[in-house]
């Protein structure tokens, strides 16, 4: 069993920047491909970020150039740099670990990270 755990999030003001981190517990965690992504109240929950063990990384389009994701393997942990953030960049943040592809979300999910970009 895999269990994910994100920390981070936070109130911060447009143009500003955030750290998320989602540590995870479990071996699987070694061998899959990890991501990020964010949903806001009556939306579906969308990729943001993902990256696999080999340190490739997939991201939406409205993020590149804005934030960067990696993963530590030794601490288990995978991170998301979020510069330059946009009212548009709130929503909850979760963790997702266990896809072997970067077109599907694997089965674990963290209890999510609240992210509000507002002056």
């Known amino acids: 069993q895999v269990q994910l755990v994100e920390s981070g999030g936070g109130l911060v003001q447009p143009g500003g920047s955030l750290r998320l981190s989602c540590v995870a517990s479990?071996?699987?965690?070694?061998?899959?491909?990890v991501g990020w992504y964010r949903q806001t109240p009556g939306k579906q929950r969308d990729l943001v970020a993902a990256?696999?063990?080999?340190?490739?990384?997939n991201y939406a389009d409205l993020v590149k150039g804005r934030f960067t994701i990696s993963r530590d393997n030794a601490k288990n942990t995978v991170y998301l740099q979020m510069n330059s953030l946009k009212p548009e960049d709130t929503a909850v943040y979760y963790c997702?670990?266990?896809?072997?592809?970067?077109?599907?979300?694997?089965?674990?999910w963290g209890q999510g990270t609240q992210v509000t970009v507002s002056s």
């Open positions: 479990g071996s699987i965690f070694r061998l899959a491909i």
């Open positions: 997702n670990a266990g896809s072997i592809s970067f077109l599907m979300n694997g089965d674990y």
């Open positions: 990256i696999n063990t080999s340190g490739t990384t």
